[in-house]
């Protein structure tokens, strides 16, 4: 059952109104903790989570572009959207532009305060952690991960990977490796085959895995470096081992992968939880592919820290400043030859070229798998219907990226549009299909005919 806050608009109609700026952010969530905000646009007033950039120069390619920010859209169309996500097994929609919270909704008994699992949607943190391990000079992109986990120098494949390939998940390395143990473990209320897992392993009481990091060194490579896309968790495991070692071997103060992703980007983006709110082993390491749990708000704020390429305000009053080199960032969002869909641990939702991301196969396939249930038929075909490019007015593809969980967790990121949407779900068969080019169509008030309109466009019919 949810609960409703109803304002009256001038014009009669019910929207419902809901700003919020980077202090509320910062703070505890209102007292009605569930119940639907129906959105309509911040006036010029609103105080944004992170003001734009002072220099057109400094901007990021792509977290920046111009031309500036459209205006927000309509309360109707968020509606619309909002509504179709319930219908898909939603749990939340949290819309925010410019920094500033515009529409919110809680359903099947979710709340604003309660974190939700991120499930896949954990790994693009690991993707701006190691553009901040560049902008530090702990590591470089394309060094070999060998010289650092030297135990893979004797293996002619695992002897070639790069950190890159890590994080673009090309590395070879066997994707889903018995070795590490239950994929999923840590992840939370997210339903459907997951949970299932976890009962059948005993639920709370199931042990944690050992160590994560030191287990995966011994994963073997099962195809070329660069050459192949494998989704899985292997990479990722690797990746906070050898960030690990680069820490122990470095001078910084942070001397583990936690304390060195809260400190650097967790931290600036305003969020200061836990690190039991990432899944851990019996040793405290993260679960960095799989096991964030965040509030809507919680994942919006960071969604607009990465937005806005990464700025703080280090006093009142002074200017706003990258904590992130621009151009270590921009890698997130260039993808790879085997998956030009697929940057540094974020999905390229619609590229450059006006190509789309295939993400069906990606989630809870292998999963399905270890349960015994087999591949879904089709799911290949299926997976290519998930997403379309949206053009606007002009028949340009609108650019968005985003980071993607099982049970279609979403955080979207529309640069051109200043928006941040989050969308929660419980994973299970009815919520298969949702799409995410139909979200953000009727998000962004698509009209089906090849543009999009602003919330002040009449009527067409």
Partial sequence: MRTHRSFACAAGSLVLLLQLGCAALAQSPPATATG????????????????????????????????????????????????????????????????????EQY???????????????????????????????????????SDTITEWKADP?????????????????????????????????LGGANDLASRLKGGGREKAPENWY??????????????TFRYGPTHFYAWGEFLTRKLAASSRPERNYWDYMHARVLKPAGL????????????????????AHLTAREW?????????????RSEAGAAWTPVVDREALEQCFIGSRANPQYGLTWWLLTGADGS????????GGRL?????????????????????????ANGTPIKAVMAAGAGKQRLYLLPEHGLVIVRFAEMGQAGANFNDTQFLKLVLGFDGRGTVRGPDAPDRH
């Fill in 36 to 103: 639907s905000t129906v959105p309509a646009a911040a006036p010029p007033s609103a105080t944004p989570l992170v003001p734009a950039l002072s220099a057109p120069n400094d901007r990021p390619r792509f977290l920046n572009p111009e031309p500036a920010p459209k205006p927000a859209p309509s309360a109707e169309a968020i509606a619309k959207a909002i509504a179709y996500s319930e219908s898909k097994s939603g749990r939340a929609v949290l819309v925010m532009k410019d920094g500033v919270v515009i529409a």
């Fill in 368 to 392: 399905r798998k270890r349960l015994g249930r087999g591949e879904q038929p089709g799911l290949a075909d299926f997976a290519a219907g998930q997403t379309a490019t949206i053009p606007d």
């Fill in 107 to 145: 359903a099947k008994g979710w709340s604003a305060d309660r974190p939700h699992p991120l499930a896949s949607g954990t790994k693009s943190f690991s993707g701006i952690t190691a553009a901040a391990a560049v902008t530090d000079a702990l590591i470089t992109l394309d060094e070999l991960v």
């Fill in 157 to 189: 494949r695992a002897s070639r990977i790069t950190v890159r390939e890590l994080l673009n998940l090309t590395s070879g390395l066997e994707p889903n490796s018995e070795l590490l143990g239950r994929q999923g473990y840590g992840i939370k209320d």
């Fill in 272 to 291: 200061d939880f836990p690190k039991s709110r990432f899944a851990l082993d019996q040793q405290g390491n993260p679960n960095l592919p799989g096991g």
């Fill in 214 to 227: 030191a287990a995966v060194v011994k994963v073997p490579v099962t195809a070329e470096p660069g050459r």
């Fill in 300 to 312: 919006a704020q960071w969604g607009e820290f990465v937005r806005r390429g990464c700025a703080v």
């Fill in 356 to 363: 789309v991301a295939n993400v069906g196969g990606s989630e």
